[in-house]
């Protein structure tokens, strides 16, 4: 049967080696639960870096939008109001074209009825009349010429002033979206197997009787090999394992 010294041994030892199978299990644990959650840490903050992005891109977009619409709004603005001024420009044009032709027939006129109310007859008379009408039509071709001409260069001046609006509004390009792309969700670590601190628990429990057995014959080895009793009141110690004699007092003072 062991002694309880063996039995003590046995336990510290396989105590210390079950300990260290548990200290082990928990330190790989929460060594890879801090590594997910650092992993997990990482995911998310790649997650807000691409809707930032993503979201930056589209106010980016909106702002372009919006100054596309404005500069649109603003070109046609100042194409209508070319436009309205060159009509304008048309109209006054014909206006006083018309008045000088009215203001020269009425002219003619005069002059004819002058010609006529001076009572001349013959010839004279009626070439200085074809010459007042000859002279009215040429003001009319003319005056109604430089009208045309007037009206083809406003013409001009209006598709230019369409080609100018087209420029200004295609000045202002639709913003392209930069692609942001999602992060890809890190592949986390399993939990660590508990079978080789198990096993290793179990070897420590079989070292521990390992060594209490050990412990056990190393001590009775010693118990075995320690000498007998001495009688009580004799001294032993220098006379381990030598016969003790009888002290003659006749023996110690012979001659």
Not at 102 to 119: D, I
Not at 210 to 231: C, D, H, Y
Request: with cysteine.
């Amino acid at each position: 049967m062991c002694d309880p010294v063996s039995i003590t041994l046995g336990i510290l030892s396989a105590g210390l080696g079950i300990g260290q199978a548990v200290a082990g299990a928990q330190a790989a644990q929460q060594q890879v639960s801090f590594a997910n959650a650092q992993a997990q840490q990482g995911f998310a903050f790649q997650q807000m870096q691409a809707s930032s992005a993503r979201n930056f891109e589209q106010m980016k977009a909106n702002q372009q939008e919006e100054m596309m619409r404005m500069n649109r709004m603003m070109a046609d603005n100042s194409y209508s109001d070319e436009i309205a001024q060159l009509n304008l420009r048309l109209m006054q044009e014909s206006a006083a074209t018309s008045q000088q032709q009215q203001q020269s027939a009425v002219a003619g006129a005069k002059a004819r009825g002058e010609v006529l109310a001076s009572g001349r007859l013959g010839n004279t008379v009626d070439n200085l009349t074809a010459d007042f009408y000859r002279q009215q039509a040429q003001y009319d071709y003319y005056s109604s010429q430089n009208l045309a001409f007037t009206g083809q260069q406003i013409q001009l001046e209006k598709r230019g002033a369409a080609a100018q609006r087209g420029s200004r509004i295609a000045s202002q390009q639709a913003y392209i979206k930069q692609p942001v792309l999602d992060p890809l969700e890190p592949i986390y670590q399993s939990k660590p197997s508990m079978l080789p601190f198990i096993l290793q628990g179990v070897g420590a429990v079989v070292s521990g009787v390992s060594t209490g057995m050990s412990s056990s014959t190393a001590l009775g080895k010693i118990k075995a090999a320690q000498p007998p009793g001495v009688p009580a009141g004799l001294p032993t110690s220098g006379f381990s394992g030598q016969t003790l004699k009888t002290f003659n007092p006749a023996n110690s003072f012979k001659l």
